[in-house]
């Protein structure tokens, strides 16, 4: 028989209990996300296989491209934004050289100065989006960023709103670019969990979470202030056929 008062002792404890078993299976949860994580094979596209963009493949919203020999593009002003119009799959890779800086500069829609060059991953519209963003000056860094916002299409409706940066499983530095200096910069999105290397060698990895699967878009490149020459190559999307043309929507509406 209990006491007055240990009926709710009892409760206190079963309820603590209750709360310990929640909390290990949190922790297992966490762990074997991060076992999923690991297990996951990446996209490189159909066999590997990974196919030129000329400039004719690209879409430019915003900016500038130009042809140069070698089968390479240059950037050179302040802002430029793009994506490919072929069916593709989500790995994209630019082998580049960084020339310096650009003649004229701009800041940010936040007012930030920033130097930088990288790559788009399921570029729905000028609102949502990835980015895998090789950071320049101020200061070196890779940072990847979704930009999301749900019934927003154009940049008159959304602006410079919705950035979030995604915190990796792993990551390592980038190399301090410097004029003259060439690199690859390689994203490889399968489903949610995404991939950058550097060179061949991983600098990022983890999974964005469930609301990128929601995008549906092509890759692309985006600059900004940064003088850039480089060569693009895309993933292979298995059965598409890369003739097919997807639609060019350019302009201030389109422009991120």
């Given amino acids: 028989?209990?006491?007055?008062?240990?009926?709710?002792?009892?409760?206190?404890?079963?309820?603590?209990?209750?709360?310990?078993?929640?909390?290990?299976?949190?922790r297992m949860g966490g762990a074997m996300a991060i076992l999923a994580w690991a297990v996951v094979p990446l996209s490189r596209g159909s066999d590997g296989r990974m196919n030129h963009v000329t400039r004719a493949?690209?879409?430019?919203?915003?900016?500038?491209?130009?042809?140069?020999?070698g089968e390479r593009l240059s950037v050179s002003v302040p802002k430029m934004r793009g994506y490919v119009n072929r069916q593709t799959s989500q790995t994209i890779e630019a082998s580049l050289t960084y020339v310096g800086l650009t003649k004229n500069e701009a800041k940010l829609g936040s007012g930030q100065m920033r130097r930088q060059f990288g790559l788009k991953l399921r570029a729905q519209d000028p609102c949502n989006l990835v980015y895998v963003m090789w950071r320049i000056e101020p200061k070196a860094d890779l940072v990847v960023s979704i930009k999301s916002?749900?019934?927003?299409h154009t940049s008159a409706e959304c602006a410079n709103r919705g950035?979030?940066?995604?915190?990796?499983?792993?990551?390592?530095?980038?190399?301090?670019?410097?004029?003259?200096d060439s690199h690859t910069l390689r994203a490889e999105m399968s489903g949610e969990n995404l991939r950058v290397l550097v060179d061949s060698s991983s600098v990022w990895e983890g999974p964005l979470g469930a609301e990128v699967l929601y995008l549906n878009g092509p890759v692309g490149?985006?600059?900004?202030?940064?003088?850039?020459?480089?060569?693009?190559?895309?993933?292979?999307?298995?059965?598409?056929?890369?003739?097919?043309?997807?639609?060019?929507?350019?302009g201030p509406f389109e422009a991120e």
């Fill in 1 to 26: 028989m209990l006491r007055a008062g240990s009926g709710e002792h009892l409760c206190l404890r079963v309820s603590i209990q209750s709360m310990s078993r929640k909390q290990h299976l949190l």
């Fill in 57 to 69: 493949m690209l879409c430019v919203t915003e900016g500038s491209l130009e042809e140069i020999p």
């Fill in 149 to 152: 916002n749900p019934g927003e």
């Fill in 163 to 180: 950035y979030r940066n995604i915190r990796p499983i792993r990551k390592s530095a980038v190399p301090v670019l410097k004029p003259g």
């Fill in 221 to 250: 490149i985006r600059s900004d202030d940064a003088h850039v020459e480089f060569q693009l190559r895309v993933g292979e999307l298995p059965g598409a056929h890369t003739d097919v043309i997807l639609p060019c929507k350019s």
